[in-house]
């Protein structure tokens, strides 16, 4: 997964080390009475353009045409998410994006709640649940991030962490789209394209590993020892889990 998402990168705006985006990004409800009207319009404007890509890739018939679609489009959604994250960073205050994030998650998490079972099915629903709640772990994260600094040794492998994080979390974010436009405009995904996303949404796990990295070299943690005595049965369980890796890898 890793390389064909960092690739699909977009050219001339690989991210800095301090460079987050904003995963959360408010939906129009939660944002139309809190945000100035000119940001409410940008807003509005940039998502109408968000869904309608969105809209075109849960069209898509077959893994092959999705996979397609992904190559061609993925890089402007990125550009469109970090350039309205930027934006909506730079104009509004911190708290209220906090609070503006905060509640365009519980309103797909509403969405998911209601609609995705009978849409999808109970695995997609736990794992789409999943998914939101490790953005939000993500959100977290990055306030970390925004308020430490990177040691000069680590500066590099910093800039790898990002280049790393953004694609997969927005890759995340696409596939969460996928499903809730699919829920909102009440139109099926085909079971090809479904799986696609599935695995998409995994992308998130991978998002977090990156950016728990960038806040672990900002706030290193000591080391902990832990001193134990093992006994008899502790001794034949390790040497059992041994014997399972040993023919796993086998």
Known sequence: MNGPLVSAFPEGIAPEGDCL?????????????????SVDDILRNVSSILNGMTMSAIEK?????????????????????????????????????????????????????????????????????FTVWTLRKIDELANLVTSGSVPNGDKRRDRVYASNFVPHALWARFNVDCLRVSMRSKKAIYPEVLTEIS?????????????????????????IDFEFEMDDEDRELVRESMCDMAHETA
């Not at 939660?30 to 009207?37: D, E, F, P």
């Not at 930027?86 to 905060?102: F, P, Q, W, Y």
């Not at 998409?200 to 000591?222: E, H, N, T």
Request: glycine share 4%; net charge negative.
């Open 21 to 37: 985006v904003l995963l959360g990004v408010p939906s129009e409800k939660s944002a139309k009475q809190q945000l100035a009207g």
């Open 199 to 223: 695995d998409g949404l995994r992308a998130a796990v991978d998002a977090y590993a990156w950016i728990k990295q960038a806040v672990d070299i900002r706030f290193p943690q000591p080391d």
């Open 61 to 129: 018939k077959t893994a092959q045409e999705f996979k397609a679609f992904y190559l061609q489009e993925f890089p402007a959604y990125m550009r469109l998410i970090l350039a309205l994250s930027g934006i909506i960073e730079a104009t509004v205050k911190k708290s209220v994006v906090n609070r503006l994030v905060s509640e365009s998650y519980c309103e797909l998490e509403a969405d998911i709640r209601e609609h995705a079972q009978a849409f999808f099915g109970e695995e997609m629903k736990d794992q789409a649940f």
